[in-house]
């Protein structure tokens, strides 16, 4: 049930900014927007999430544009720990569900 | 807190034995969520429980599936009999509250293989 689209693959110089994409022109009012990281093997990590205006903590930035339709998640100095592939999610939160769709497959590069 | 705790890691078993699979959430946490993993089809919700309380079991794909929460620190997922195409890593999350701005934690995951 998944209402983001995400490109299925990117890559990133090691140390330079990760700039990740994602679309959800369907959001609605009360929906926030999560990303989530799925390091190989490992569970899914929680990263950020925000409902209108933007957002930071110490693992990224998180954007949102002004009609809520699309978000950026950046992170500011890619390292090769950050290799994984990268989750957007909206979710109104009533149930705390998240339906993960296929997600971007991050590449940082040495 | 060590975090939500899954066992067994990893678990081999013939086609058409009974499979558990075990959660403990972190402590003071009251929803609890089971996801299957596969290459085909990603990351599925299959039931979350809010309170101990099934909520949503719509993900679960077959009567062969059930999972329990008899207290606050303790789930399953039990498949009975499995099928070789269960094999998939599933994982338990559990965050402190539906309905609130809160994230899911998750554990590292059971490997299930059903030969």
């Known amino acids: 049930d998944a209402k983001t689209t995400q490109p299925p693959s990117m890559d990133c110089a090691e140390g330079r900014a990760a700039n990740l994409p994602c679309n959800h022109s369907t959001i609605s009012g009360n929906e926030y927007v999560y990303w989530y990281r799925q390091i190989h093997s490992q569970g899914p990590q929680y990263i950020i999430h925000g409902l209108k205006n933007n957002e930071t903590n110490e693992m990224a930035s998180l954007i949102i544009t002004e009609d809520r339709k699309s978000s950026t998640l950046i992170l500011p100095h890619a390292t090769l720990r950050d290799t994984a592939v990268y989750y957007c999610?909206?979710?109104?939160?009533?149930?705390?569900?998240?339906?993960f769709g296929t997600g971007t497959s991050l590449t940082v590069i040495p | 807190d060590a975090g939500v705790i899954q066992s067994p890691r990893h678990e081999v078993t013939e086609m058409g034995q009974e499979v558990t699979l075990r959660c403990k959430p972190i402590s003071g946490h009251n929803s609890l969520f089971w996801y299957r993993q596969t290459m085909m089809r990603g990351l599925e919700l299959l039931i979350y429980?809010?309170?101990?309380?099934?909520?949503?079991d719509s993900g679960m794909p077959e009567d062969r599936f059930s999972a329990k929460m008899p207290n606050a620190s303790f789930s399953t997922l039990k498949i009975q009999p499995s099928e070789p195409r269960d094999s998939a890593v599933y994982f338990c999350?559990?965050?402190?509250?539906?309905?609130?701005?809160?994230?899911?934690?998750f554990g590292q995951g059971t490997r299930l293989t059903v030969v």
């Open positions: 999610i909206v979710s109104a939160n009533t149930g705390n569900q998240f339906y």
């Open positions: 999350a559990s965050s402190p509250w539906a309905g609130m701005n809160t994230e899911a934690f």
């Open positions: 429980f809010n309170n101990n309380v099934p909520i949503d």
